[in-house]
Every structure is written in C-alpha cells, then in structure tokens.
C-alpha cells in the first residue's frame, strides 16, 4: 500500500541541529522529497532525492535515504527561528504524476 | 515571474451551497494538480490533469466533487452542496509534467474554505 510516514512534532534549540524523520512505502525508482510549508502559505520544494542515492547536502540541508529500511532524514543545520515550519517529506514512483505526501512535521525552533 | 495563484484566499460558505475555487498556474506548466489538506493533516490528491489528456479524477471524494480545466490555462474545481466536512484549505500545483524527471511542483498558497 501508499504510505508514507513522519512524527508530528519536533522542537529543538536555535543553532542546534534539527533532523526530520520519514519512512517511505514504495520499493522501485522512487524520488523522494521534502517540502516547507510556512504558515499561511502553499508549499515549498526544499530538496529531493532519487532512490539510487544515498544522501545529498545542500548548503544546511542533508538528505539521507537508507533504502533497506525505506528510511528518508532531513537534517537541518544550525537550525534558525526561520525554519520552524511545518516539514512534508513526499514520493513518486519514477514514470508516474502521484505524489504521496506524510502528514508532515511541525518543527519549532526555541530562541 | 508570476508563480501560482489561488482565488479566493478564504471561502466562508453555508453548509448546502456551491464554491467554485480557482487555479491559475505558472505558464507553460502542462500538468496541474490540486490537493486538499485538512487541519493538522497531510495532503490528500484530489486530480491531476496533464495537457489535453483525460484528467486522473481517482482522488476526488465524492461525486459533489468536480473540476475542469481548458487547456493548460485555469482551472477551478467546484463542491456541491458543501458539507462540514468539506472545510479544508484546497492547493493547487503546476509543473512542467516530465514523468521521468524530477520536476518540481510549484505550489499556490491555497484557498481555506469553511463550511458553516
């Protein structure tokens, strides 16, 4: 079945290091991604991943897919007051348009 | 560049009555999907379209549910007879539509309707 799964809420202190959890359903060529969502406002793509890779980093972010374990993480960085949002991780198996999205993440960052 | 918009930002309706919501996505965008997400919930598909292709309609939760688009212009999707259950803020997304590319899907900032 389509499922895809995060915690609820997370809450860490600004300057730590923030890492969102997500497991993933689908076993073939799957892109996996992460969203933000501000309040108020629709979603934005943060980054994805291909399942044929293992992590990708982009400036504060880390993506890393432990495929075994259908297991997706976004590590945030030196998390600011301005990542708390609510976090989607996302898959759509490659050749198709469905995206399914996880219930999503509130993340509060504590000043 | 214009990125996509959404009318009416907020939808207060009577329980019984018809809205109409609106999409306008990014020019050029081929595919379109909109998406509904209850309060403290995740996104639920709702229809896709793609070009001039038979829209993929399996997400829509009832039939008082429907949505059209011309071409690869607007689109609105529309609720009959709106229940409570109905109340929810409704997004909207376009994208370039390459099934094998990771394309990205660019979001509206949604319309929150309240069934009263």
């Known amino acids: 079945g389509e499922d895809v799964e995060q915690s609820l809420f997370l809450s860490v202190r600004e300057g730590d290091s923030s890492v969102i959890n997500c497991t993933y359903t689908d076993s073939s060529s799957t892109y996996l991604y992460w969203y933000k969502q501000e309040p108020g406002a629709g979603l934005q793509l943060l980054t994805y991943i291909f399942s044929n890779m293992d992590m990708k980093q982009d400036q504060r972010l880390t993506v890393l897919l432990n495929k075994k374990d259908k297991h997706l993480s976004l590590r945030i960085a030196d998390t600011q007051t301005g990542d708390s949002a609510i976090y989607f991780c996302a898959e759509r198996t490659s050749g198709t348009y469905k995206y399914i999205f996880g219930t999503g993440t509130r993340l509060k960052v504590l000043a | 560049g214009a990125g996509v918009s959404q009318s009416p930002s907020n939808k207060v309706t009577e329980k019984g009555k018809d809205v109409e919501l609106r999409c306008d996505p990014i020019?050029?965008?081929?595919?379109l999907y909109w998406y509904r997400q209850r309060l403290g919930q995740g996104l639920e598909f709702l229809i896709y379209?793609?070009?001039?292709?038979?829209?993929?309609k399996s997400g829509l939760p009832s039939d008082r549910f429907s949505a059209e688009r011309t071409g690869e212009s607007v689109s609105t999707l529309t609720i009959q007879r709106t229940q409570q259950e109905d109340s929810a803020v409704y997004l909207c997304?376009?994208?370039?539509?390459?099934?094998?590319?990771?394309?990205?899907?660019?979001f509206g900032p949604g319309t929150r309707l309240t069934v009263t």
């Open positions: 997304a376009s994208s370039l539509g390459a099934l094998d590319r990771s394309y990205e899907q660019y």
């Open positions: 020019s050029g965008h081929t595919a």
């Open positions: 379209f793609q070009g001039n292709s038979a829209p993929d």
